[in-house]
Structures are given as C-alpha cells and as structure tokens.
C-alpha cells in the first residue's frame, strides 16, 4: 500500500518550453502533497506545499509563477515548470501524505527534467 | 527553525562491520524524526521514525536509530553491513507545528566487500 507515482520519469524539453509532472497516490487519499528539488550529490530542497483544493504553499525563493502547481483532486498533483531553461534542469521528486495521517510521507520515484 | 545536519558527506565500512551515520537536529519542542535511503535515480523509502516512546528504534532492513534528545542526535545504525546499503542516507525532521520534512544534505554510505 501507500504507493506515489510521478510520470514521466524522464523528459527532455527544449529551452523556453514548458513541461507538466504529475504526482499520483495510486491506493489512498493524499489531502497533502510535496514538491521537493534535488541537485546532483544534494539534498531535498522543499519547493511547495499543497493541499488539495487549495492553492500551493511556495518556499521562500521559489517562484510560483514558474513552477505552477495544481492538486485538484485527492490523488493527483501536477508540477508545471513553465519557459523552462536549463537551470531548471533537477530530480524533481513529489511526497503525499494521507488523509487522516500526521507523520506519514510518501514519495515518489522522482522525475529528471533535463533542458537542452 | 528547523534544521538538520549530517556531518559526514560519505561513510565508507567493510561489510559485516557496524555502521553509524550521524545526524544532529534542531527543531522547537519536540521532533519528530525520519530516516530514509535512495539509490540511484530513484524516489526515498522509508527506513524508520521515531515519534514518541522508546528511544532506540527500530527499521526497515536491520537499521535502527536512538534518539539523544540531550544530545539532539538521531544516530542511524546496523550491527553489520552489507554491500546492498550502499546508498544516499537522508536524515529528516518535522515540528509538532509543521508539516513538510526538512532533510539533512544526505550522506553516502559505500560499503565494500
């Protein structure tokens, strides 16, 4: 139980264009979804917080107008990285969080955007 | 705020020797506590969290962690090794308050036969 997956796994995009990740719960409700970054050799940076229904949580520094995130449903969250470049190139890993539960996350296999 | 560190970037152990990575964290009232482990382009999986109750926690695939609440450390270990550990450790907290986890910069456990 408890599985998240994001899709796709891998995509290369153009510079300039703009490329959707998703983040499904497959087998329960996630009232809760993370975004997190992670550079080569580096740490999980946490970019957004967001619950469903609502709009996104952005940590400090992230720009919200690029990196637009929907979680319209309980058991699907999008990351939009908008006019991507090649700093945007990361593994882009989403978490969930069931409802109900307080300390549970859940991750999911991450995404390796690359930007040429 | 909340933070952790991992002060070791890698820890290198011979199989069937005892393991420690450390992590240290600072967080207002009480933690709650994570440990997980990646391998190459994957996602994290869960190896254990202490919440409450007994310091020395046990996990997923022999590792355990005691929680030093004086000493504001999570100490993960495994009595011996295997090659398979080799991985990216991450170490994480959260605050009663919070909601997100705040990992450590990871440490890379190599393991050689």
């Known amino acids: 139980g408890a599985v998240v997956s994001q899709h796709p796994s891998r995509v290369i995009c153009k510079s300039g264009t703009s490329v959707k990740i998703e983040c499904r719960s497959l087998?329960?409700?996630?009232?809760?979804m993370f975004w997190y970054r992670q550079f080569p050799k580096k740490s999980l940076m946490l970019m957004a917080t967001s619950n469903e229904g609502s709009k996104a949580t952005y940590e400090q520094g992230v720009e919200k107008d690029k990196f637009l995130i929907n979680h319209a449903s309980l058991t699907l969250s999008t990351l939009t990285v908008t006019s991507a470049h090649p700093e945007d190139s990361s593994f882009y890993i989403c978490s969930a969080r069931a409802a109900g539960q307080t300390y549970e996350q859940y991750f999911g296999p991450g995404t390796r955007l690359t930007v040429t | 705020a909340q933070s952790v560190a991992q002060p070791e970037d890698q820890v290198n152990v011979a199989e069937g020797n005892p393991l420690t990575v450390k992590c240290t964290y600072s967080?207002?009232?009480?933690?709650?506590l994570f440990w997980y482990v990646q391998y190459p382009n994957r996602g994290l999986q869960f190896l254990l969290k202490?919440?409450?109750?007994?310091?020395l926690v046990k996990g997923s695939y022999g590792f355990e962690a005691e929680f030093n609440k004086s000493q504001t450390s999570f100490h993960l270990k495994k009595p011996s090794a295997l090659v398979s550990d080799s991985a990216l450790y991450f170490c994480?907290?959260?605050?009663?308050?919070?909601?997100?986890?705040?990992f450590g910069k990871g440490t890379t456990l190599s393991v050689s036969s």
């Open positions: 202490y919440i409450t109750g007994d310091n």
């Open positions: 087998d329960f409700q996630a009232t809760t």
């Open positions: 994480a907290v959260r605050d009663q308050a919070g909601t997100a986890l705040i």
């Open positions: 967080v207002s009232g009480n933690p709650y």
